[in-house]
């Protein structure tokens, strides 16, 4: 057999005379790194492989350890199959399903004949301990399909049966540990050692495959970590998770409720509103200043529309139909083909362009009851969505310009840590393979321009073209994804879009699709969360709360509160019979910035004291310096109210 040449991360190469797998790697190198190794990134990819798998010849390899990013991942696929055999151990009656990793943890379905309870936990915690002192390896050994299917019919593993046949395979990959094995492709850790923390979380119903007409099964949720101080941070954060989750925030400030006759579809509370308009107003200013033009366009088409624009043929599935007339309609699930047929409206030169054209408009789109929440996952929204319709030389430009724009706005509310997925052609698109190819460049061009970073994301692209995904890691280190920018070649080729270049022909503009916020809605709720609540001044409900120390000042805080609304501020009076401290309690769960304290003292001397967020205060102020403090601070969009040092949400 020929020479097997592997090249390490570091451009040296290993050279062996078969097909190496990543541990025979790991072991040429070290005895250290090989006990260390559980898996491997192969060529460039994000995927991790098994360790088990052999290499072939000219692979770049980059193998993942214990202390690899990637670690956790293939550490809690293990520890899915060591719940699996913890539970089959306790209750043998219990058949198995799937197992999958999920962001932060992963989760297995059984079908049981007995309800789980989190009462259960503690023996399944303590028999998957056993296992995993016990160091059980792990064996992988290739099964064709008849033996497998046999084998798993014999055991009464009907789900898995099932999953076998479905895949269509001739042959199918079996995990062992100890006795016990199941179906998987991996990736898995050397030895069942190798889990250092695990935590059952929580259990729920799941329907097989997710329809409501197969058998409902009992799903565990859990999650496993390389070391056990990842895992008591990771459960500080669920706990933090818990007191920030936006539907509890949202109710105790009163901002929005959900109604079973409009489901997923939020009411939003004036104090909601509000939020809701001052982020729209901020957009505003800024588009003003970038010269983008706000356009209002219809929310119901006829469906011609949406063949033409490939929604139809590839998004119907969330979209929402009805009749009228006899003639089929839809509600519109995004604003570009209206935005399409606005530039087509009209003749354009070359010297209009880039055309950028933004829409508040409302979207609705069918989501599965099993995948609503709160407000990141509604059936009607708006989006701070724009279209760009430009030249091809003026396409790095604009790719440019967003990516400053996005930056402004995270900045300013203080959302600097976010990361870049460039998600590539999905299987399932419209447009040849030419424009896909002339796309995807224009992105990676940009991006390598502008020298940020980001991760492949393959297949994950809109079905007219590859997309930036911008995913904002909040204060719990979790990421949502939000912002995007999309490069389109084939929507202006479906409607026929054209300009009047220098040389007096037509030319197809490029269109890029862009939002910053993504969902009003669903960038709310992730705001709240991330802030916990405290909301920057200028976002609000209630920027500023009075609070009387006795009802001899009244009137002297009537006239700081009509100061204050003239000059548009937010304000309320607390005049309730209440001890100051009950107010000032009150105020603090309201999340209200300023508390301007207003006593005997205060009033005689035309000054105030105020109490911020944070606890701190400032006493003896002048109604001066009171407004001047207040308006700044609103004006300038500050992210916090306190004055002598930054608070941390």
């Known amino acids: 057999m020929p020479e097997i040449k592997i090249t390490l991360p570091d451009n040296s190469v290993r050279i062996f005379d078969h097909q190496p797998t990543t541990l025979e790697v790991a072991q040429s190198i070290g ?61 043998p009656d219990v058949k198995v399903t799937i197992g999958p990793v999920i962001d932060s943890g992963f989760f297995y379905d059984f079908d049981s004949p007995r309800a789980f309870t989190e009462q259960d936990f503690e023996i399944i915690e303590k028999k998957m301990q056993e296992i995993i002192s016990a160091d059980q390896p792990l064996k992988k050994e290739v099964w064709n399909k008849d033996k497998a299917i046999s084998t798993f019919s014999g055991m009464q593993e009907r789900f898995k049966v099932q999953i076998i046949e479905d895949l ?32 059952l979380l929580s ?114 599935e969330n979209m929402f139909f009805t009749k009228v007339d006899e003639r089929d309609f839809a509600a519109k699930p995004m604003n570009c083909p209206s935005h399409c047929l606005l530039f087509a409206s009209d003749r354009h030169s070359y010297r209009e362009l880039p055309m950028r054209m933004a829409d508040f408009g409302r979207l609705h789109r069918f989501e599965k009851s099993g995948a609503i929440h709160g407000l990141t996952r509604v059936r009607s929204f708006c989006q701070d969505d724009a279209h760009i319709f430009c030249a091809l030389d003026q396409l790095q430009g604009e790719i440019a310009s967003f990516m400053r724009l996005l930056n402004q ?32 460049a224009a992105l990676e061009q940009a991006l390598k321009g502008l020298n940020l970073p980001y991760t492949i994301n393959p297949g994950d692209g809109a079905f007219y073209g590859p997309k930036l995904d911008v995913m904002f890691v909040d204060a ?127 009033a005689e001397a035309k000054q105030v004291s105020i109490r911020f967020r944070d606890g701190t205060q400032a006493s003896g102020v002048s109604v001066d310096e009171m407004m001047k403090m207040i308006l700044n601070n609103i004006s300038e969009r500050k992210l916090t109210s306190v004055q002598t040092k930054e608070v941390s949400h």
Not at 55 to 84: F, Y
Not at 409 to 422: E, R, T
């Open 409 to 440: 706005v995270y900045g300013k509310l203080g959302m600097d840590n976010y990361k870049i997925f460039f998600s590539t052609r999905p299987e399932k698109r419209m447009g040849a393979d030419e424009v896909w190819d002339q796309a995807e």
């Open 203 to 316: 259990v729920a119903g799941a329907y097989w495959r997710g329809d409501e007409k197969n058998p409902m099964l009992q799903r565990i949720y859990a999650t496993a970590f390389a070391d056990k101080k990842e895992l008591e941070q990771h459960l500080h954060n669920l706990e933090e998770a818990k007191k920030r989750d936006h539907r509890k925030l949202g109710k105790e400030l009163g901002l929005f409720y959900f109604h079973p006759f409009a489901p997923a579809s939020p009411f939003f509370t004036g104090k909601g509103a509000t939020i809701y308009h001052e982020l729209q107003k901020y957009l505003r200013e800024l588009y003003q200043e970038n010269g983008y033009q706000e356009v209002i366009t219809p929310q119901i088409f006829d469906v011609d529309l949406f063949h033409q624009s490939g929604h139809y043929q590839n998004y119907r």
């Open 476 to 602: 719990l280190n979790r990421p949502w994804q939000l912002g995007t920018l999309q490069c389109d070649f084939n929507l202006p080729k479906s409607f026929n879009l054209s300009y009047v270049g220098e040389d007096n022909k037509e030319h197809q503009p490029v269109m890029l699709h862009r939002a910053i916020l993504g969902s009003i809605e669903r960038f709310i709720g992730v705001y709240l969360e991330h802030t916990a609540g405290h909301l920057p001044t200028w976002l609000a409900p209630v920027q500023v709360q009075i609070l009387n120390i006795t009802d001899r000042v009244n009137g002297f805080c009537d006239e700081l509160t009509a100061m204050l609304k003239h000059n548009h501020v937010r304000v309320e009076f607390d005049r309730r019979n209440e001890k100051l401290n009950a107010k000032i309690r009150d105020a603090q769960l309201m999340k209200i910035p300023y508390m301007i304290v207003v006593g005997d003292k205060e």
């Open 31 to 91: 005895p250290r790194l090989a006990k260390d190794t559980l898996g491997a990134k192969i060529n460039g990819l994000r995927e991790v492989i098994d360790l088990r798998l052999p290499l072939e010849d000219g692979t770049r390899l980059e193998i993942v350890t214990m202390k690899s990013a990637e670690a956790s991942e293939v550490i809690r696929h293990s520890a899915a199959h060591v719940m699996a055999q913890a539970v089959q151990s306790i209750w």
């Open 168 to 199: 269509g395979s001739p042959e199918v990959s079996i995990y062992h540990q100890g006795d016990w094995f199941d179906l998987c492709r991996g990736p898995h850790v050397q030895s069942t050692g190798q889990i250092k923390a695990f935590k």
